[in-house]
């Protein structure tokens, strides 16, 4: 797996820093915490860092004058900057663009908008998170294996746990329940990885699997499940 990007997070509020940095963490950046603009540029002459992340709500008083600080700074100018803001108009976000922010995510947070914005900007290789599950995973298609076992999961596609996995490109019908839901999905799905056995030692050897031609509900299913198993245990409350 490659190294986690580093990030900066600019918020002054302890759960806040501690909402984002868990959440930046469980989605594969190594996150760097700071209070104000003053302290984060001090930290990104020391670091080089791949994003700024600046809770506009938590510094609301303080939010143009730090824009204004970040976006010509040095050490950080050149960096791509991500507003959190609650409250959210055309008429604001278009102001704060045009001041060089990157983008403006909106709270609360949507999982699947947030990873496919920090991924674009600083470079990450995959478009959608994914999370560890253990569920069973029919094929239809007559195969050696009928039934493995799934050990993650985005709504992209899922990887499946095997010694013998299908040759690349082939395309399969696959039907699981997600935990705690007991509706099956039946999806067509194609081998776009292969790990034998041996290969990788800190990878279990298997198949890696991307959906075709998947449905909004079923697209919503998943994504709500990822973003419960990442998100469930976390509140943002900005206030502390």
């Not at 143009?64 to 976006?71: A, C, E, K, Y």
């Not at 900007?121 to 009928?146: F, H, N, T």
């Not at 839901?181 to 799905?189: F, N, Q, V």
Request: proline residues 5%; negative net charge.
């Amino acid at each position: 797996m490659s190294e986690k990007k580093q990030v900066l997070i600019i918020c002054n509020t302890a759960a806040g820093q501690m909402y984002l940095g868990v959440l930046l963490n469980r989605i594969w950046y190594a996150p760097a915490l700071a209070k104000t603009a003053a302290e984060g540029i001090e930290l990104a002459r020391e670091t080089a860092f791949s994003l700024l992340l600046f809770d506009g709500d938590a510094l609301s008083r303080e939010l143009q004058p730090s824009i204004t600080l970040l976006r010509t700074d040095p050490a950080v100018k050149k960096i791509p900057l991500v507003l959190f803001l609650t409250n959210d108009n055309a008429e604001m976000s278009q102001a704060l663009l045009s001041q060089g922010c990157a983008a403006i995510l909106t709270k609360p947070l949507d999982l699947a908008i947030v990873y496919g914005v920090l991924g674009r900007l600083s470079g990450q290789p995959r478009s959608a998170p994914r999370v560890p599950v253990r569920m069973q995973v029919e094929i239809e298609e007559d195969v050696r294996e009928k039934e493995l076992t799934c050990i993650n999961i985005s709504d992209g596609g899922l990887y499946l746990r095997t010694k013998a996995p299908l040759a690349d490109a082939s395309v399969i019908h696959i039907s699981f329940q997600l935990p705690h839901d007991s509706e099956t999905i039946k999806i067509a799905a194609e081998v776009v990885r292969t790990l034998p056995p041996g290969a990788q030692l800190e990878t279990e050897p298997g198949m890696g699997l991307r959906f075709l031609d998947i449905t909004g509900d079923q697209l919503s299913r998943i994504r709500s499940y990822v973003q419960w198993s990442i998100l469930g245990d976390l509140e943002w409350n900005s206030g502390i």
